[in-house]
C-alpha cells in the first residue's frame, strides 16, 4: 500500500515562502504522477499542481501559475512545492496524491493514493 507523508506546512506572511513536500518511503515514486491539492472548509479540493511520472511535464491551476513551482527527486521518492508569493487565499490544507498514470492532472479521480494533508496559513 501506497503512504505519502507531506510535510513543510506552518505560518507565514503574506508575500512569504514555504516548500512542501511529500515522501513516499519505501516505494519506487518513478511509477507515479504526483499531485497536489488544497481545501479550505466547506469548499471541495482544488488541483492545484501536478507532475508526470518522467517530471517532464507540469501543470498548475491558474491561481497559482507564476508562483508555485512542483518538483520531484525520485532518489529520493519525494516531491515538493515550492510556494513563493503567498497570499492569504493560499491557506489551506495541502494534500499530495499519487497516481500509476503516466501524465498527470488536476482532478482528484485521477488518483489513487492520498497523503493526509499539511495546513498551510497565510496571515500577517
Known amino acids: 500500500q501506497l503512504q505519502l507523508v507531506e510535510s513543510g506546512g506552518g505560518l507565514v506572511q503574506p508575500g512569504g515562502s514555504l516548500r512542501l513536500s511529500c515522501a513516499a518511503p519505501?516505494?519506487?515514486?518513478?511509477?507515479?504522477?504526483i499531485g497536489w491539492f488544497r481545501q479550505v472548509p466547506g469548499k471541495g479540493p482544488e488541483g492545484v499542481s501536478c507532475i508526470s511520472v518522467d517530471g517532464r511535464s507540469t501543470n498548475y491551476a491558474d491561481s497559482v501559475k507564476g508562483r508555485f513551482t512542483i518538483s520531484r527527486d525520485n532518489a529520493k521518492a519525494t516531491a515538493y512545492l515550492q510556494m513563493d508569493n503567498l497570499k492569504p487565499e493560499d491557506t489551506a490544507v495541502y494534500y499530495c496524491?499519487?497516481?500509476?498514470?503516466?501524465?498527470?492532472?488536476?482532478?482528484?479521480?485521477?488518483?489513487?493514493?492520498w497523503g493526509q494533508g499539511t495546513q498551510v496559513t497565510v496571515s500577517s
Open positions: 496524491a499519487a497516481d500509476e498514470s503516466p501524465p498527470c492532472g488536476l482532478t482528484t479521480n485521477e488518483y489513487n493514493y
Open positions: 519505501g516505494i519506487i515514486m518513478d511509477y507515479y504522477a
